[in-house]
């Protein structure tokens, strides 16, 4: 089954910052829009970020905008998050996922191809 990878998470302080990345290294989801969810223990798998497949448009769950910013770049086949002014209340594991046209952008199932993770932990 084809997977994206993600990486860049860690432990951080309360107010501090990250980058995330997520890699198609099989260039499989290449042309479609991008997400990233998050899961807190014991909830589910939320939505946080999207980009068009252009990188032109950018959509952002209400809790996070102004502090995290989605990017990709095509050409290497790689979508990142950058988290700044970070709370306790982000920790959680980061996903990410590809979209299917058509779908509902902030919901789970819209999107596929999910990779292990990458765990987010903020303190106060």
């Known amino acids: 089954q084809v997977q994206l990878v993600e990486s860049g998470g860690g432990s951080v302080q309360a107010g501090g910052s990250l980058r995330l990345s997520c890699s198609d290294p099989?260039?499989?989801?290449?042309?479609?829009?991008m997400g990233w969810f998050r899961q807190a223990p014991g909830k589910g798998r939320d939505f946080v970020a999207a980009?068009?497949?252009?990188?032109?448009?950018?959509y952002y769950t209400d809790s996070v905008k102004g502090r995290f910013t989605i990017s990709r770049d095509n050409a290497k086949n790689m979508v990142y998050l950058q988290m700044n002014s970070l709370k306790p209340e982000d920790t959680a594991v980061y996903y990410c996922?590809?979209?299917?046209?058509?779908?509902?952008?902030?919901?789970?199932?819209?999107?596929?191809?999910w990779g292990q993770g990458t765990q987010v932990t903020v303190s106060s």
């Open positions: 996922g590809a979209a299917r046209a058509g779908g509902i952008m902030t919901s789970r199932y819209t999107y596929s191809g």
């Open positions: 980009i068009t497949r252009t990188g032109n448009n950018t």
């Open positions: 099989g260039r499989t989801f290449s042309g479609t829009m």
